[in-house]
C-alpha cells in the first residue's frame, strides 16, 4: 500500500520560512506535488512537479515564495516556504500522480488526477 508521509509543519511568525517534507516510500511517481486547505475552503494548489523534474507548476497565491523540489534518490518531495503569510495558515497535503498520462489528458493542478494523498500536516502562520 503506497503512503505519502509528510513532515515539517509546524507554528511560525509571518515572515518566517519553513519547509514541509513528503517521503514517497521509495516509490517513484509520474508528478508528486502540494495542496493545502485552510478551515472552511475548499483544497487549494499549492504546487507540483514531473519526476524528470523538467516541469514545475505553482499556485498563484504562493509564486515567487515557495519553492518545491525533488529528490530523486530519496523519493522525497520538499517545499520550502518563504515569506509566509498569515493566509497560509492551513493543512498542506502531500500528493501524487503514480502513472504516466498524455500532457494533453491531465491538469496537474487538479486535485481529482491525484491518486495518493498524505495525512496532511499543520502550518499555521501568526502574525
Known amino acids: 500500500q503506497v503512503q505519502l508521509v509528510e513532515s515539517g509543519g509546524g507554528l511560525v511568525q509571518a515572515g518566517d520560512s519553513l519547509s514541509l517534507s513528503c517521503d514517497g516510500s521509495g516509490r517513484k511517481f509520474y508528478y508528486m506535488g502540494w495542496f493545502r486547505q485552510a478551515p472552511g475552503k475548499e483544497r487549494e494548489f499549492v504546487a507540483t512537479?514531473?519526476?524528470?523534474?523538467?516541469?514545475?507548476y505553482y499556485g498563484d497565491a504562493v509564486k515567487g515564495r515557495f519553492t518545491i523540489y525533488l529528490d530523486n534518490a530519496k523519493k522525497t518531495v520538499y517545499l520550502q516556504m518563504n515569506s509566509l503569510k498569515v493566509e497560509d495558515t492551513a493543512v498542506y497535503y502531500c500528493a501524487a500522480i503514480p502513472n504516466f498520462r498524455p500532457p494533453d489528458t491531465i491538469m496537474v493542478t487538479n486535485s481529482t488526477e491525484y491518486d495518493f494523498w498524505g495525512q496532511g500536516t499543520q502550518v499555521t502562520v501568526s502574525s
Open positions: 512537479i514531473r519526476w524528470m523534474r523538467d516541469k514545475i
